[in-house]
């Protein structure tokens, strides 16, 4: 097993660290960033069902789910075809209504989530087009869908999902600049930049990966906390719920994750000194707003720990504790961003003496409901 682990304590740091490598793997021979050129033959193949498409519906379950609602960010913007981002087990149960025209979208890192499973033969019972976003070759989600892309993600062993969340952002992001190059719903010098700047990415996450010694150190400062609130906005939100998920499974710290504006309406009243509260603000979309948000928690005694882009000076200048990740287009922050906050909880999880790779009561594929 410590062969396996090449050489770090646990799989889920080696997952990790492997994140720049896969993200390649996972665009490689789809992205031609240099010729212009998005391809994955199940997109191809099917790309007039996508066209037609009047809806996207992503169901999927734990941090597949987060993937799913970055996407929703990305594939609106892209390609401008509404999407709704669903729990696979709510979405199975409440009689939902699924059009015959509607692409449904099931991500699953490891294919053989039973709720998954079930919207996905739901879907296709309603005459849906159903396309997979899998990890694992062959699996029972795999076989199940009408197409799909897989992740090159390689073997996941960490039950606390990383390397999966980020391949699965590469492929849907992949997939929404495919739609774009049909609909024609970007100019051709977005589209040109985005194909570019995406095949940029896994240098940008190695950069991100240099974050591991200050967040080990923020880490010592935050161990004992009982509760942390995680906050983003737009493309980040997801990142906030993604980053507070990793937190609660492997380190057992109640952690949420809000979407910042919505602080105002209910967590704003947990902020005292003893509530760390990690902010993610990219020079991006909102940063103005979030830069508000950091001035409301500093006024009322939190501390702030801020995900920020490099050479950023007004968060700085308010935070208790500044991580800098590289610059990049915001669709594509959520790559970045995300980083710093699976090597916080990981090093949160091993301060605590916390099995990381194994928490209690939870498993890596959830085959019954
Ligand atoms: C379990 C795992 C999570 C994962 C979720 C969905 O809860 O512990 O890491 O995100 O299942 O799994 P899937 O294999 O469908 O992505």
């Given at each position: 097993?410590?062969?396996?682990?090449?050489?770090?304590?646990?799989?889920?740091?080696?997952?990790?660290?492997?994140?720049?490598?896969?993200?390649k793997d996972t665009y490689r021979g789809r992205l031609l960033a240099n010729i212009g050129i998005v391809q994955m033959s199940?997109v191809e193949?099917?790309?007039?069902?996508?066209?037609?498409?009047?809806?996207?519906?992503?169901?999927?379950?734990?941090?597949?789910?987060?993937?799913?609602?970055?996407?929703?960010?990305?594939?609106?913007?892209?390609?401008?075809?509404?999407?709704?981002?669903?729990?696979?087990?709510?979405?199975?149960?409440?009689?939902?209504?699924?059009?015959?025209?509607?692409?449904?979208?099931?991500?699953?890192?490891?294919?053989?989530?039973?709720?998954?499973?079930?919207?996905?033969?739901?879907?296709?019972?309603?005459?849906?087009?159903?396309?997979?976003?899998?990890?694992?070759?062959?699996?029972?989600?795999?076989?199940?869908?009408?197409?799909?892309?897989?992740?090159?993600?390689?073997?996941?062993?960490?039950?606390?999902?990383?390397?999966?969340?980020?391949?699965?952002?590469t492929?849907?992001t992949l997939l929404?600049l495919r739609?774009?190059k049909?609909?024609?719903?970007?100019?051709?010098?977005?589209y040109q930049r985005y194909l570019l700047e995406l095949e940029l990415i896994?240098?940008?996450?190695?950069?991100?990966?240099?974050?591991?010694?200050?967040?080990?150190?923020?880490?010592?400062?935050?161990?004992?906390?009982?509760?942390?609130?995680?906050?983003?906005?737009?493309?980040?939100?997801?990142?906030?719920?993604?980053?507070?998920?990793?937190?609660?499974?492997?380190?057992?710290?109640?952690?949420?994750?809000?979407?910042?504006?919505?602080?105002?309406?209910?967590?704003?009243?947990?902020?005292?000194?003893?509530?760390?509260?990690?902010?993610?603000?990219?020079?991006?979309?909102?940063?103005?707003?979030?830069?508000?948000?950091?001035?409301?928690?500093?006024?009322?005694?939190?501390?702030?720990?801020?995900?920020?882009?490099?050479?950023?000076?007004?968060?700085?200048?308010?935070?208790?504790?500044?991580?800098?990740?590289?610059?990049?287009?915001?669709?594509?922050?959520?790559?970045?961003?995300?980083?710093?906050?699976?090597?916080?909880?990981?090093?949160?999880?091993?301060?605590?003496?916390?099995?990381?790779?194994?928490?209690?009561?939870?498993?890596?594929?959830?085959?019954?409901?």
């Open positions: 097993e410590q062969i396996e682990k090449g050489g770090y304590d646990h799989f889920m740091m080696k997952e990790i660290y492997e994140q720049p490598s896969v993200i199940g193949d099917n790309l007039e069902k996508f066209l037609n498409a009047k809806r996207i519906l992503v169901v999927a379950c734990g941090t597949s789910w987060h993937a799913g609602l970055v996407a929703e960010y990305i594939i609106e913007e892209f390609s401008r075809i509404p999407v709704e981002v669903e729990y696979a087990s709510e979405f199975r149960y409440r009689n939902p209504i699924i059009n015959k025209d509607d692409v449904v979208i099931a991500i699953s890192q490891s294919g053989e989530t039973a709720d998954t499973l079930a919207a996905i033969k739901l879907a296709k019972e309603n005459g849906a087009f159903v396309f997979g976003v899998c990890n694992v070759v062959g699996s029972s989600i795999s076989r199940e869908t009408h197409a799909g892309a897989y992740t090159h993600a390689g073997p996941e062993i960490g039950v606390a999902s990383t390397k999966a969340f980020t391949t699965q952002i492929i849907l929404a739609l774009a049909a609909k024609g719903t970007l100019s051709n010098s977005d896994p240098e940008k996450v190695e950069e991100a990966l240099l974050t591991n010694d200050i967040a080990k150190k923020i880490a010592e400062i935050y161990k004992d906390a009982s509760n942390c609130l995680y906050l983003g906005r737009g493309y980040n939100f997801p990142v906030a719920l993604e980053g507070a998920l990793k937190l609660k499974e492997i380190s057992y710290i109640h952690a949420e994750g809000y979407p910042a504006a919505e602080m105002k309406h209910g967590p704003i009243a947990l902020i005292d000194e003893s509530m760390p509260v990690i902010v993610i603000a990219p020079n991006k979309g909102h940063y103005d707003k979030v830069v508000s948000n950091i001035q409301e928690i500093k006024s009322r005694s939190g501390k702030i720990i801020a995900v920020v882009t490099k050479g950023d000076t007004q968060v700085k200048a308010l935070a208790d504790h500044v991580i800098e990740i590289p610059e990049t287009n915001e669709p594509f922050t959520p790559l970045l961003t995300t980083i710093p906050l699976q090597l916080l909880s990981y090093h949160i999880a091993v301060l605590r003496g916390c099995n990381v790779d194994q928490p209690r009561n939870l498993a890596k594929s959830v085959t019954v409901e």
